[in-house]
């Protein structure tokens, strides 16, 4: 229950630092007011303060809410079209996982795209008490039938997918509805009349005039946002201006004030709806407390002609509408993708700052969540495409928070980012009952596959593929990957269960909708490791999440001398990883470790590891505060010098074994040259497993060598113990005991179990591996070729978790995360080790690279999986060997995947 507790407080701190504010617009000041702004075609260079010149266009209020906020110079939209950036915004999924798989846009006359069923920002919103609004270009359809009558009601609509109350253009301005849609109706409907006209539809209602569209629909945001003032609930303002889109029609208050012509003008007139948005949130005293989001759904128009031919004239006056990214909307370049993106929120995101970090609009959901202190999302139902990234809002992190970013171009092109490389597959899509394109036309050079480093080439002239083939591997191997990681909605599967229809439709069963992402948290030239001790929470993350523990050498292909000690380092998470040396031990080995353990009981304070007198090599354990940044008590015994080889769960007693015999009879698993009291008898009445109490520093044998051996009939062989670990609950301890390691035919490795009294001393000879604790009686291990549940006081297999469909390999070094939903397997084939990761709930499964190991596969300097989690449950430490030929440590973190 401790443990349980420390996991939770983690969890809280780190939802009050997201969320924690004052507002006099809301009572429930812990939670922020949301504000996200949508525009529409709108150029990654049409903004002040992304570059555009300040002669032909002025933006002070965009350029204020950068003044006031961060400005993201890497954010893009999962589309280059209006319909699949506004579906990925709302529900934190990519839009061809949906019917609309093609890369097009919904008509005016489609059905609701989205499923009532789906959680949307505002439905998770509303859960938390929000007030939710939507104002704007909606463009995402309604009802069920597959032709909208915009004569009845328009439901299902905004309203049944989270929001409180709607005012919208249904698709696009200027569409052929040319009215207003207020919640389940068109606005001022007065009959079923229609009288269609070329370019309308001839509703009875009263028609939008286009150049005071924006005005209007701003008026309508700025009163809703009004009228929150002194309300109890937190609000969501989704606020989808309709500019810049077609057709550019600047209203009377900015006609003639650019010198870049009437689309210079239409951006005028959205700067001003953004000034009277910030202006509204100053009226109502909900600046300090409000997260504003300014973003678009993708690139602006750059063809060399439009409906309008209004961009032609801006970029004949100099106007860089994209800035310097090659193509713009429609095209699979990063000129239809990347877009501005500004996030204010004051005391919170730094003013005036930048980042280059890789987000994407898809993103918003999983951070806005995270903004409101939400700590679980269900990603089989919820945003599963979407990266919590507010670290990137709120603070600098050093590592990119996401290694991939998919996009698709209007002609259903895929695209992947990883890093500084962009992969186009240069395979066009298209509509049911359409042919694709050909290879002929004005984008037929986006229908070949090719590479681009965007570091190097942000303009993309240069495609780098034939250079670089591994990349290329790498990457196509990630996109399709992604692809199959989630379903269509109206995805048909054959009576042997194989999908058809859809090209990459996969039956929802295939669907683990998580990835890993794997990051070096250390770095040569020397060596960092946390050693191989089981597992069973055993953290190397700090109590508060701060510090990570490790060991540091100078060298690793050889076992230490009892004279060359490890530095005792602490990795600061919160300092940029940075390493500071607090102490060294002398009990250690590159695969065992000193067996470090963060002590239950004071969890960010103390540390726990083992050491040696460097006179007598007697082994003990010391207690470290990392504190006070000195030790505060050691357990010697001096007629048995016994070290820690697993604390209790809940704190309070820690168990010991004999270092020296075990550096005797199995090298890898002690430490060289350690005092042994009885390296004369195979099976000793004074040694075998100990018991420590922490609070009086008494001992007391748990179970003997001379117990073991009349029990398992081992008389006359040498015996050790390894691999002790206690139950979750304290209630069991499991150990193996071995012996004759050097001799397969005559090898002991039988698993026992005994309580902590000494009880119930049991052998289970069912399994096998390297196991690890369920629960109280319940080990998770292998048993022939399956990874099973074995209950250790029924002496039974209960549960079998997969066979080699799932495990390549069973048997390897298991470790179940904190909250017990997160199974990974660690093993080796070739000289390669890698990961699995299983998602417990629905056996949901994925499958690192393969780390080289090259000289390190066997023996006592090997570098086993050992994978050990850390207290959130969402990321796991493992050594692996870094490209320099260094013993390192790596963080592989779950992504999608609550």
């Known amino acids: 229950m401790k443990t349980v507790l420390r996991i939770a407080s983690c969890l809280a701190i780190v939802a009050v630092w997201a969320g924690s504010a004052t507002s006099p617009a809301t009572a429930d000041s812990s939670k922020p007011n949301i504000v996200i702004i949508l525009s529409d075609d709108y150029g990654y260079g049409s903004a002040g303060c992304y570059g555009a010149a300040p002669g032909l266009i002025r933006t002070p209020n965009l350029d204020r809410l950068a003044r006031e906020g961060r400005r993201f110079t890497d954010a893009s939209t999962p589309s280059s079209v209006c319909t699949p950036t506004r579906y990925a915004l709302l529900t934190g999924r990519y839009c061809w996982r949906t019917r609309l798989n093609h890369g097009g846009v919904a008509n005016t006359m489609d059905p609701l795209l989205i499923e009532t069923s789906r959680p949307t920002i505002a439905s998770l919103l509303g859960k938390h008490g929000y007030a939710t609004a939507m104002v704007g270009k909606w463009h995402l359809g309604y009802g069920t039938e597959s032709r909208v009558d915009y004569t009845k009601e328009l439901k299902p609509g905004p309203l049944e997918l989270g929001f409180d109350y709607q005012f919208a253009v249904p698709q696009n301005h200027n569409d052929i509805t040319r009215v207003f849609v207020e919640n389940h109706k068109v606005f001022g409907l007065r009959s079923d009349k229609l009288t269609p006209s070329p370019g309308k539809l001839g509703l009875d209602a009263p028609e939008r005039d286009d150049p005071k569209t924006m005005e209007q629909l701003t008026d309508r945001a700025v009163a809703w946002l009004e009228k929150q003032q002194g309300q109890s609930a937190p609000f969501f303002l989704y606020f989808a201006p309709v500019a810049v889109h077609e057709l550019v029609t600047p209203s009377a208050r900015t006609s003639g004030t650019s010198p870049a012509?009437?689309?210079?003008?239409?951006?005028?007139?959205?700067?001003l709806s953004v000034g009277r948005i910030l202006g509204a949130l100053e009226n109502i005293e909900a600046v300090e407390n409000t997260l504003v989001i300014f973003t678009s759904d993708n690139g602006g128009v750059v063809a060399e002609r439009s409906k309008s031919n209004t961009q032609k004239q801006a970029m004949d006056a100099g106007l860089k509408i994209n800035g310097a990214l090659r193509g713009g909307k429609h095209d699979v370049w990063d000129g239809g993708f990347r877009v501005p993106f500004i996030a204010r929120w004051p005391d919170r995101i730094p003013a005036g700052s930048t980042s280059d970090q890789m987000i994407g609009v898809v993103d918003i959901f999983a951070t806005v969540a995270a903004a409101v202190g939400e700590t679980h999302l269900d990603r089989t139902t919820t945003a599963p495409d979407s990266v919590n990234?507010?670290?990137?809002?709120?603070?600098?992190?050093?590592?990119?928070?996401?290694?991939?970013?998919?996009?698709q171009s209007a002609n259903g092109v895929y695209a992947i980012r990883s890093g500084p490389w962009k992969w186009i597959e240069g395979v066009p899509l298209a509509r049911p009952g359409r042919k694709p394109p050909g290879n002929q036309g004005p984008r037929a050079n986006q229908f070949k596959p090719?590479?681009?480093?965007?570091?190097?080439?942000?303009?993309?002239?240069?495609?780098?593929?034939?250079?670089h083939p591994d990349v290329v591997k790498r990457l196509s191997k990630t996109l399709s990957l992604q692809r199959a990681q989630g379903s269509m909605d109206a995805c048909t599967v054959n009576a042997r269960g194989r999908p058809t229809g859809a090209r990459f439709c996969r039956p929802p069963a295939a669907a683990a909708e998580f990835h890993v992402q794997i990051r070096q948290l250390t770095h040569g030239p020397s060596h960092h490791f946390f050693g191989y001790i089981g597992h069973v929470q055993n953290i190397p993350w700090s109590g508060d999440c701060r510090y990570i523990v490790a060991l540091r050498t100078s060298f690793q292909d050889r076992m230490p001398n009892p004279a060359e000690p490890a530095d005792v380092v602490l990795i600061d998470t919160q300092n940029g990883n940075r390493i500071e040396k607090v102490d060294e031990s002398r009990a250690w080995n590159s695969q065992q470790g000193t067996m470090f353990y963060w002590n239950p009981a004071a969890a960010s304070r103390e540390l726990i590891f083992n050491d040696r007198d460097p006179e007598t090599h007697k082994i003990f354990t010391v207690v470290y505060d990392v504190v006070a940044r000195k030790r505060v008590r050691e357990y010697r015994f001096d007629d048995t010098p016994l070290g820690n080889s697993g604390v209790a769960q809940c704190g309070g007693y820690f168990l010991g074994v004999n270092y020296g015999r075990l550096a005797r009879l199995r090298p890898v698993t002690g430490y060289p040259g350690a005092f042994d009291w009885n390296s004369a008898e195979a099976a000793p009445a004074n040694d075998g497993v100990f018991l420590v109490d922490m609070a009086t520093g008494e001992k007391r044998l748990l179970v003997s060598f001379a117990d073991l051996a009349r029990t398992m009939d081992t008389k006359g062989r040498d015996l050790f113990i390894n691999h002790t670990l206690w139950s979750r609950d304290d209630s069991r301890i499991y150990f193996y005991v071995r012996g004759e390691f050097g001799n397969r035919d005559r090898r002991i490795d039988i698993p026992v179990s005994v309580s902590p009294d000494g009880a119930r001393l049991t052998a289970h000879r069912q399994i096998g591996g390297h196991p690890e604790w369920l629960d109280g009686t319940r080990l998770i291990g292998s048993a022939g070729n399956k990874m099973v549940v074995y209950d250790v006081d029924a002496k039974k297999i209960v549960e079998t978790l997969g066979g080699s469909e799932t495990f390549p390999k069973v048997g390897g070094d298991v470790a179940l995360s904190p909250d017990s939903k997160w199974l990974v397997v660690g093993d080796r084939k070739d000289v390669e080790n890698f990961y699995v990761i299983l998602r417990r709930a629905d056996r949901a499964r994925v499958q690192t690279r393969g780390f080289p190991h090259p000289g390190y596969t066997s023996g006592d300097l090997r570098v086993d999986g050992s994978p050990c989690w850390n207290r959130t449950s969402d990321a796991f430490l493992f050594p692996a060997i870094a490209t320099d030929g260094t013993r390192q440590l790596f963080v592989a973190r779950i992504v999608g995947g609550e």
């Open 261 to 271: 012509g009437p689309y210079g003008d239409f951006i005028h007139d959205l700067d």
């Open 389 to 407: 990234v507010l670290s990137t809002f709120i603070g600098t992190p050093d590592q990119p928070v996401r290694t991939d970013l998919l996009f």
């Open 450 to 467: 090719q590479l681009y480093n965007l570091q190097n080439d942000l303009g993309e002239t240069e495609d780098v593929s034939a250079r």
